[in-house]
């Protein structure tokens, strides 16, 4: 695979913010498709993969998102959204806590696969509210029997937004407790 991005893993780590102000530009698909790429390549439970993704590009279908999701309300200036949804019977001994879990790595991928590209994204939690879980469910047709666990927005940022240094050493312990 050729390389994608001049930036090394860690910068990009380091780098990444939560951005909630966007241009409304389209992002390309050929973008979307390597974030998409890039979340697939999350480690999964016994190489299980629990995951499916709805990108959802249409405008009137982000405005509805946002005007259901009170935490979200920035889908509607995002270029596309990508749901992270989490199939139990697909994870590791059908569960939903190993569904949860890969899919969760799976939404960190896109979260820095979008900063890589310049992209702006932040993650916005439907799991565990069931009336949001439920509301996205309805909008996107996604089955009873699948867990709508965030939504992603992803668009150009607005304006330029800073790394938080969130490193604390009293968080750290070494050989023990």
């Given at each position: 695979?050729?390389?994608?991005?001049?930036?090394?893993?860690?910068?990009?780590?380091?780098?990444?913010?939560?951005?909630?102000?966007?241009?409304?530009?389209?992002?390309?698909?050929?973008?979307?498709?390597?974030?998409?790429?890039?979340?697939?390549?999350?480690?999964?439970?016994?190489?299980?993969?629990p995951?499916?993704?709805?990108?959802?590009?249409?405008?009137?279908?982000?405005?509805?998102?946002?005007?259901g999701?009170?935490?979200?309300?920035?889908?509607?200036?995002?270029?596309?959204?990508?749901?992270?949804?989490?199939?139990?019977?697909?994870?590791?001994?059908?569960?939903?806590?190993?569904?949860?879990?890969?899919?969760?790595?799976?939404?960190?991928?896109?979260?820095?696969?979008?900063?890589?590209?310049g992209?702006?994204?932040?993650?916005?939690?439907?799991?565990?509210?069931?009336?949001?879980?439920?509301?996205?469910?309805?909008?996107?047709?996604?089955?009873?029997?699948?867990?709508?666990?965030n939504?992603?927005?992803?668009?150009?940022?607005?304006?330029?937004?800073d790394?938080?240094?969130?490193?604390?050493?009293?968080?750290?312990?070494?050989?023990?407790?």
């Amino acid at each position: 695979m050729e390389t994608i991005t001049a930036k090394d893993a860690i910068t990009v780590i380091m780098e990444r913010k939560s951005v909630r102000s966007y241009t409304g530009e389209p992002v390309s698909k050929e973008d979307i498709d390597i974030i998409l790429r890039a979340a697939m390549a999350a480690p999964a439970a016994i190489h299980l993969l629990p995951w499916k993704f709805i990108v959802v590009t249409n405008r009137s279908t982000l405005e509805t998102l946002a005007e259901g999701l009170p935490f979200a309300r920035m889908i509607s200036n995002a270029g596309t959204a990508i749901v992270v949804c989490a199939v139990p019977e697909e994870a590791a001994m059908n569960s939903e806590a190993f569904a949860i879990l890969d899919c969760t790595c799976a939404s960190e991928n896109i979260l820095l696969a979008a900063e890589s590209l310049g992209l702006g994204a932040v993650w916005t939690a439907t799991y565990p509210n069931k009336e949001l879980m439920a509301f996205v469910r309805t909008t996107l047709g996604i089955p009873s029997n699948v867990i709508p666990l965030n939504v992603i927005p992803i668009g150009y940022p607005r304006g330029e937004e800073d790394a938080q240094d969130k490193f604390d050493p009293r968080n750290v312990h070494w050989q023990k407790w």
